[in-house]
């Protein structure tokens, strides 16, 4: 089946700009994550959601960083205002469930801001 | 805060050579320990796993050693070839998964 996907692949938006980052899991999967990795760096926890559990925003940098999930699918990461720091690699992963530790990532996003 | 500390940043090994990464943990409710690899323009993908009552296993060329008093574990790397040359993560599993922050493996042809 279908593994992880991500849309866009790349996205080159100007400082100030709004972006939205498409992440859709793995069919069955109920729990989804987002991840920001910026060059050469490791894996810097974002949010997660599971099943209809309120998400885990603890990783989220900043006000400007929110993400919904809609019908326990698809998730949608918006960043507003984008500054040149928030350059990176955006990487969803989903899993079977939360205590589950194979995640699938997705081949990622890279958002470059101007 | 929970973390996973993972050492080195970089490795360079000689092909055929064995790589050793290193993990060292705090949180003792850990209990499961992944090793995630990363191919440059790709999203990691699961290699091998371990359970804390487990000291070691193998998959082909690529074991985990886990020491639970020392609540430490490593990644070899047996017969490095140059295709294994990528960024490893080791990871560890409470109620949500932690990882460590990567180390940048080049095998030199």
């Known amino acids: 089946g279908a593994g992880v996907s991500q849309s866009p692949s790349n996205k080159v938006t100007e400082k100030g700009k709004d972006v939205e980052l498409r992440c859709d899991p793995i069919s069955g999967h109920t729990a989804l994550y987002w991840y920001r990795q910026s060059l050469g760096q490791g894996l810097e926890f974002l949010i997660y959601f599971q099943g209809n559990s309120a998400p885990d925003k603890s990783g989220l940098p900043s006000d400007r960083f929110s993400a919904e999930r809609t019908g326990g699918s698809v998730s949608t990461l918006t960043i507003q205002r984008t500054q040149q720091e928030d350059s990176a690699v955006y990487l969803c992963?989903?899993?079977?469930?939360?205590?589950?530790?194979?995640?699938?990532f997705g081949p990622g996003t890279r958002l470059t801001v101007t | 805060q929970q973390q996973v500390k993972q050492s080195p940043q970089s490795l360079i090994v000689q092909k055929g050579g064995i790589s050793i990464i290193n993990c060292a943990y705090e949180n003792t409710a850990f209990d499961y320990f992944p090793w995630y690899q990363q191919f440059p323009g790709k999203g990691p993908a699961l290699l091998i796993a371990?359970?804390?009552?487990?000291s070691e296993k193998k998959e082909g060329r690529f074991t985990i050693s886990f020491n639970k008093s020392a609540k430490q574990f490593s990644l070899h790397i047996m017969d490095s070839q140059p295709g294994d040359s990528a960024t490893y993560f080791c990871a560890a599993l409470d109620d949500k998964i932690i990882f460590g922050k990567g180390t940048r493996l080049h095998i030199l042809p």
């Open positions: 992963a989903s899993s079977r469930d939360k205590s589950s530790y194979e995640q699938y």
């Open positions: 371990i359970r804390p009552d487990v």
